[in-house]
C-alpha cells in the first residue's frame, strides 16, 4: 500500500522558516515525482513545485520560485519542502502528492498545517 | 501562470446531472492532454477523480466523466448523489513545465 506520511503542525514566527517531511512507502521512491500543494484557509489548491527523487531536478510555480526550496533523500525514502521568510499569508495546510504519471495524483499524503503567527 | 477558470458553485438535486467547467489558454489545458480532477471534503486531502482528460483510476464511479474541447475541460458528474459534495478542482500541465491548478467550484446537492 502506497503511504506518504507527513510532519506534524508547526507554528513559526513571521520571518522564519520551515521544513516539512513526506515520508514516502509502498513502492520505489525514484519512480514518481513527488509535488507539494498550498492550501490556505477556506481557499483553493495551489501548486507549487515538485521534485524527482532520482536525480533530484526540481520545478517551482513562479510564485514560489524565492522562498521555497525542494529536496529529497533517497537513503529514507522521503522529500522536504523548506519555506523561507515566513509571512502570515503562508499560513496553510501543505500537502505532498505523488503517482504515476504527469498529473495522477493518486496518492497524497495527510497535509501539515503551518500557521505563522507573532 | 494564472489560475485555471471555474465557477464559484454549482448545485443540483439527487439523480440530476452537473457539469463544472475549467478554463485555461492555449499554453496549458489547450496544449496538452494532461488534466485532471480532484474532489475534496473539508479538512480532507484531495482525491483523483480524473486523469489524462478523460481516464477514471480504478475504483472512481462510472458516474463522473470529464472531456476537452480547445482550452476548456469539463466534469460531468450524473446521478447526483448527497457524497458527491464537496470542492472540485482541475489541474493542468503547461507549456513551462509546471502545473496549475483552477480555483475549486463547490457543489452542493440540493
Known amino acids: 500500500e502506497v503511504q506518504l506520511v507527513q510532519s506534524g503542525a508547526e507554528v513559526q514566527k513571521p520571518g522564519a522558516a520551515v521544513q516539512i517531511s513526506c515520508k514516502v512507502s509502498?513502492?520505489?521512491?525514484?519512480?514518481?515525482?513527488i509535488h507539494w500543494v498550498q492550501q490556505a484557509p477556506g481557499k483553493g489548491l495551489e501548486w507549487m513545485g515538485l521534485?524527482?527523487?532520482?536525480?533530484?531536478?526540481?520545478i517551482y510555480a513562479e510564485e514560489f520560485q524565492v522562498r521555497v526550496t525542494i529536496t529529497a533523500d533517497t537513503s529514507v525514502d522521503t522529500a522536504y519542502i523548506h519555506l523561507s521568510g515566513l509571512r502570515s499569508d503562508d499560513t496553510a495546510i501543505y500537502y505532498c502528492?505523488?503517482?504515476?504519471?504527469?498529473?495522477?495524483?493518486?496518492?497524497w499524503g495527510q497535509g501539515t498545517l503551518v500557521t505563522v503567527s507573532s | 501562470q494564472s489560475a485555471l477558470t471555474q465557477p464559484a458553485s454549482v448545485s443540483g438535486s439527487p439523480g440530476q446531472s452537473i457539469t463544472i467547467s475549467c478554463t485555461g489558454t492555449?499554453?496549458?489545458?489547450?496544449?496538452?492532454?494532461?488534466v485532471s480532477w480532484f474532489h475534496q471534503l473539508p479538512g480532507r486531502a484531495p482525491k483523483l477523480l480524473i486523469y489524462?482528460?478523460?481516464q477514471r483510476p480504478s475504483g472512481v464511479s462510472n458516474r463522473f466523466s470529464a472531456s476537452k474541447s480547445g482550452n476548456t475541460a469539463s466534469l460531468t458528474i450524473s446521478g447526483l448523489q448527497g457524497d458527491d459534495e464537496g470542492d472540485y478542482y482541475c489541474?493542468?500541465?503547461?507549456?513551462?513545465?509546471?502545473?496549475?491548478f483552477g480555483g475549486g467550484t463547490k457543489l452542493t446537492v440540493l
Open positions: 509502498g513502492y520505489t521512491f525514484t519512480d514518481y515525482y
Open positions: 489541474v493542468s500541465y503547461t507549456t513551462s513545465s509546471t502545473r496549475v
Open positions: 502528492a505523488t503517482g504515476p504519471r504527469f498529473l495522477q495524483w493518486n496518492h
Open positions: 489524462d482528460v478523460s
Open positions: 492555449g499554453s496549458d489545458i489547450g496544449f496538452y492532454n494532461y
Open positions: 521534485i524527482d527523487p532520482e536525480d533530484g531536478v526540481t
